[in-house]
């Protein structure tokens, strides 16, 4: 499935033109399909968060939009400039910061800074300033000549930032940014990029923390290559999941998924830490006949409540309908 957005307009009415346009991009590689057509457009100054596991193709689709990968088909732009025809403009017009954070471990802060200055051509009047304002949102003012390499993970992530944004870009790619960073430099990297998007930039981030979903504009849904939804956090919460979703806390999570797989109205199951997440059709099916199966099976259930559905579960249920449609038959998934 693709998804496109309405076309917007400004206060005066005026047609906007989006920052990003993905119109059915598709990556092969070989007889495997990273992403299947994939079609979106985004507005000036949008946080679109990619959400997915691991192998999803987020990574892929942000590839080719700053074209570092050539679509098998399909055609992206940024700021209206073809990706594939163009892509020194691109990447003029572009920031890009990856989960490795491609800094110089055996270089200093400044010694980055400055090498990051050259590569994005930063005019070297305006290079002092610009370095001085990454090195203090960095929070690294003091630690100029600390080399790279001895740095915290959080201090390493706001520099690379701090680099991928020298030269200004209205568009800012991140890719698995937050990966392995601690949850407060997370908390904080996140303050970065909603300044950045106060400021106008646009940007583009894929995680597969869904925690951080909820701090996005929009969030860009993916599996196996293809966009599953393209909605803000609040409309995807309020989807129709078709059942009531439980949550059913018990001490041997692998037996209960076991034994409540394939129960009559059991529509989706799912693990998420120390509980089941159970959506059923309650016409079909009850928290007590479920509770009487798991605790005659010696499954001792703590509690069975319902719950309101997270992105987390939404995401999981996308995924199973989307299996369903495919295969033609419900699931299980690990969340
Ligand atoms: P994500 O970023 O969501 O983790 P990726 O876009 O990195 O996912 O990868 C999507 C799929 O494409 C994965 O199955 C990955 O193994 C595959 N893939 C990515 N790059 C290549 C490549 N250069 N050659 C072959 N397969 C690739």
Known sequence: MSAVLPEKTDKAGERTEPVLVAEGLVKRFGNFTAVDHVSFRVDKGTIIGFLGPNGAG????????????TPTEGRAFVSGTDVAKDPETVR????????KFSLYGDLTVMENLRFFGGIYRVPRKVLPERIRFAVTMAGLD?????????????WKQRLALGCAILHRPPVLFL????????????????????????EGVTIVV??????????????ALINRGQLLALESPT???KRNLGGTLLSIECADIGKALHLLEGQPGLLDLAAFGNAVHALIDPAR??????????SGAHVPVDHIVPIEPSIDDIFVRMVGEARESQEGEPGRRAG
């Open 206 to 219: 894929s995680t597969h923390y869904m925690d951080e979903a909820e701090y996005c504009d929009l969030l």
């Open 175 to 198: 890719d698995e940014p937050t990966s392995g960073v601690d949850p407060e430099s997370r908390r904080r990297f996140w303050d970065l990029i909603h300044a950045l998007s106060g």
């Open 285 to 294: 099916t009850t928290p007590e006949q479920l509770f009487a199966l798991l």
């Open 142 to 154: 003091g630690r100029e000549n600390a080399l790279v390499s001895t740095l915290a993970g959080g």
């Open 92 to 99: 003029q017009h572009i920031g890009y910061m990856s989960q």
């Open 235 to 237: 409309a995807l919460k």
């Open 58 to 69: 987020k990574s892929t689709i942000i590839r080719m939009l700053c074209g570092l990968l």
